[in-house]
């Protein structure tokens, strides 16, 4: 006789989580949850897609920013409580028929599947049949991920979970602010005073802990994130926290739109089986307006050929320079062609950026950030990179390293460097400005300066 399986496998959800587990058994399509560290965000939804996944033959994925964090953090952790692997306290192995351990994929007995993906290659995913996404950690992942897996719910009804912690205000905090405008949606930030999860004790040496190893700024500014929930504390090892965040203060961060007249620049960072991203950005006076931004991963050169002139005619850009790395200059291995020139024969005007070192270009785009205005349609993608854009944590030496974190914020970081490079000879490169007309003014006063105007939202 067949064993009997009753889910979600013995675990009762906290007071706290009641709400949001309600939500997703009830049917709910679209949750996001800022809770503090150790709220328990992914065993609630590990648990919810255990009953999703056999109410509903279909696949589901738990995505983490980086695949290389999958194994660690969910496939092969063992839960402290129970000494049981944490897959197989939400997936009873009575209903699974096959692992995949390369893949960390799960096939049960009803023919759905569950596995765990990286944001950072979800441009690889299959989406046939998809029907529930868990991003964890989604204030650190690639927001473009969502972006590309939205369609595939949407076709075939299914639900997205986003639960993290805050990492300053970029796409995870501007997702809580439009799911609180949704009725539809289920939006919660739950602090550690809001939960009572730990004891005052346990707060407290966890609090401590942080002071101990980051020092009593940084370690207070992270206690504050991870367990106060604090969307304004410092994103530890950011290279760019104070200057972006005067840019939000000042209001720089707002719908605007190109000055006429003046051509309209764009900075690469040329990838291969990487992201290749780009910035638009016009020089004015002082400013640098910041017009927009784009990544895609996995495609060529005539990608962006067939994007820049769709762009270029929506929005009636004067065409400027591309400024490209020296990479740009490397042959191809197929067609024996650099880079370079295969962008002149497809009519864009590539430029080489000074050739300085990694420390020096970010300096540069430190210097530059306090001169740019940028688009509000900016704010999700590539301005929320620069803000995460950090340097790589050494967990042996305790210690942050010189140079950055490699993750999907890196290609946007790499391109506005090589903005901050160039903005100076895009300046040069400008259009003769037209002859002036001759205008009375009734009052003698010269009119005032015509500034970028603003796009109404």
């Known amino acids: 006789m067949a064993k009997q399986v009753t889910l979600p496998n013995g675990w009762r959800a906290r007071d706290y989580q009641i709400p949001a587990w309600k939500y997703l058994r009830d049917g709910g399509k679209r949750l996001v949850a800022c809770w503090h560290r150790r709220a328990g965000k992914d065993d ?9 996944a056999m109410e509903r033959p279909a696949n589901y994925w738990h995505m983490l920013p980086q695949f290389a964090q999958c194994r660690k953090a969910i496939w092969d952790a063992v839960s402290a409580h129970t000494g049981k692997r944490r897959i197989f306290e939400a997936f009873p192995q009575e209903l699974i028929t096959n692992m995949n351990d390369t893949e960390m994929k799960i096939r049960f007995v009803n023919g759905s599947t569950w596995q765990l993906v990286g944001s950072d290659h979800y441009n690889n995913l299959v989406g046939a049949g998809v029907a529930g996404a868990t991003f964890s950690e989604y204030a650190l992942a690639n927001p473009s991920a969502y972006a590309y897996i939205r369609p595939m719910l949407e076709e075939n009804n299914g639900w997205a979970a986003f639960i993290s912690t805050p990492r300053g205000k970029n796409h995870f905090w501007e997702m809580i602010q439009n799911a609180q405008k949704r009725p539809d949606w289920f939006s919660e930030v739950l602090s550690i005073t809001d939960t009572r999860a730990l004891s005052p004790e346990q707060v407290a040496a966890s609090r401590q802990e942080y002071i101990d190893l980051y020092g009593e700024d940084m370690g207070e500014a992270l206690f504050e994130q991870e367990y106060l929930c604090s969307f304004t504390a410092a994103i530890m090892g950011a290279f760019y926290g104070r200057e972006l965040t005067a840019v939000r203060n000042e209001g720089r961060l707002c719908a605007i739109e190109a000055a006429p007249g003046v051509p309209v620049h764009t900075s690469w960072d040329l990838g291969i089986s990487d992201d290749t991203a780009l910035w638009h950005f016009q020089v004015v006076g002082a400013q640098i307006l910041i017009l927009g931004c784009h990544a895609q991963s996995g495609v060529g050169l005539d990608y962006y050929e067939n994007y820049m002139h769709e762009i270029h005619s929506q929005k009636c850009w004067i065409k400027g320079v591309d400024f490209v790395p020296h990479d740009a200059r490397a042959r191809e291995w197929t067609g024996g062609r650099t880079r370079i020139e295969t962008m002149m024969a497809m009519g864009f005007k590539p430029e080489l950026v000074p050739n300085v070192g990694l420390m020096d270009g970010i300096n540069a785009a430190r210097r530059t950030l306090p001169l740019c205005v940028f688009d509000a349609d900016t704010e ?8 995460s854009y ?9 210690a942050f390293s010189q140079g950055p974190e490699h993750d999907w914020a890196s290609h946007y970081a790499d391109s506005f460097r090589y903005l901050a490079l160039s903005w100076r000879r895009a300046r040069e490169v400008a259009p003769a400005p037209a002859a002036p007309t001759i205008e009375m003014v009734a009052d003698g006063l010269t009119p005032p300066p015509l500034r970028p105007a603003r796009r109404r939202r």
């Open 44 to 52: 609630v939804l590990l648990h919810a897609t255990a009953c999703a």
């Open 380 to 387: 999700m993608t590539g301005f929320s990179a620069l803000e």
């Open 390 to 398: 950090k340097r790589k944590w050494d967990d042996n030496k305790k």
